[in-house]
Every structure is written in C-alpha cells, then in structure tokens.
Nanobody
Framework: QVQLVESGGGLVQAGGSLRLSCAASGRTFSSYTMGWFRQAPGKEREFVVGISWSGGSTFYASSVKGRFTISRDNAKKMVYLQMDSLKPEDTAVYYC?????????????????WGQGTQVTVSS
C-alpha cells in the first residue's frame, strides 16, 4: 500500500512559479518511478512528467518541457514539481502517482497509486 499526498498548489499570475510537493509513505519509495499528471475541468487526465527511481531518467510532456522541472529526494520520500513561466492553460488539478515500471511512462493506466490532487490556478 502506498499513500501519496500532494501540496503546494494555489493561485498564481501568468508568468509566475509554483513548486508542488508529493509526500509518499508505504512501500519502498526509492524503487519506483513517479509521475505527475493533471486534469483540467471537462478534460481528460493528462501526463505532465515522470522520473525514474534514481532520478536519472525523466520524460516531459511537450507542453511543459523547458518550463517544468521534476526532482525527487528518496531519503525524504518526496517528489517535487517546479513550475515556472506558468500559463493559464496550466490550470488544473495536479496529481502525483507511482508505477512499478522502471522508466517514466505517459499512460495513466500504468500507474497504480494516486494522490488526492492539488489545485493550480493560473490567472491571465
């Protein structure tokens, strides 16, 4: 069993920054690939970025590449998402999730544990 808790969401103006955090507990955190997804109202959940267990492999959605940065601290069982140059279209509920896959993957069905989400709202 894995528990994931996101934090750090909020309201920010376009061009601003936010840092999301995901705290994990339960099974061996350092062994698993982590991902961030988001879901905007009326839209399907979409992949944002993933990071391998070591942090050596990352995979970004094209819509956020160059603006968002994922990192992890296995000792603290934490995953972070630094979001810079935010745009109104980044507005969504952001979720962290874990997968037993060894590399970051974009398909949400491959992730087995999810957090409750944190709201990010970017005003224009």
């Amino acid at each position: 069993q894995v528990q994931l808790v996101e934090s750090g969401g909020g309201l920010v103006q376009a061009g601003g920054s936010l840092r999301l955090s995901c705290a994990a507990s339960g099974r061996t955190f350092s062994s698993y690939t982590m991902g961030w997804f988001r879901q905007a109202p009326g839209k399907e959940r979409e992949f944002v970025v993933g990071i391998s267990w070591s942090g050596g492999s990352t995979f970004y959605a094209s819509s956020v590449k160059g603006r968002f940065t994922i990192s992890r601290d296995n000792a603290k069982k934490m995953v972070y998402l630094q979001m810079d140059s935010l745009k109104p279209e980044d507005t969504a509920v952001y979720y962290c999730a874990t997968t037993p896959a060894t590399i970051p993957l974009a398909h949400s069905r491959l992730y087995d544990y999810w957090g409750q989400g944190t709201q990010v709202t970017v005003s224009s």
